[in-house]
């Protein structure tokens, strides 16, 4: 059996970036994926220090699915969070590819939950399972849709 990446081994990652991951993993455990069997858990770290979590619930309407990132965003607004200082994102089902490694994207937000991020949590760290490094929102997504005057 190939080996899985261990996040956060050998990694660039501080110690409060594997203890937000741990939490993203425990919450992809909650994760409502009959259909894709893809689960996915998201921990958003607040500037407060408090910590909200996510995970992914699928639909029949594919298009209704909820992601784990935009679950945890919206708990971490819901609750009064104000400047969001992280976000992780564990993936336990994402496949290794033929070294035996994630591949790095196995695991990154999708496109809406970039956008998502980049609109409330600008300034934030994310990291995932299959990143080697963390990443800036802004690497995510470098050009994000803006409305100014909106």
Partial sequence: ???RRT???GTG???EQRELLATARDAAGRAYAPYSGFRVGAAVLAADGRVFTGCNVENASYGLTLCAERAALARAVAE???EIAGVAVAC???APG????????AAAPCGACRQWLAE???RAWVVTT???VPRSVGDLLPVCFDSPGV
């Fill in 7 to 9: 996040a956060g081994k």
């Fill in 98 to 105: 033929p070294d035996g490694r994630l591949p790095e994207g």
């Fill in 92 to 94: 336990p089902d994402a």
């Fill in 13 to 15: 990652f501080t110690a």
């Fill in 130 to 132: 299959s990143f080697l």
């Fill in 80 to 82: 009064g969070a104000g």
């Fill in 120 to 122: 409330l949590a600008p």
């Fill in 1 to 3: 059996m190939a080996a």
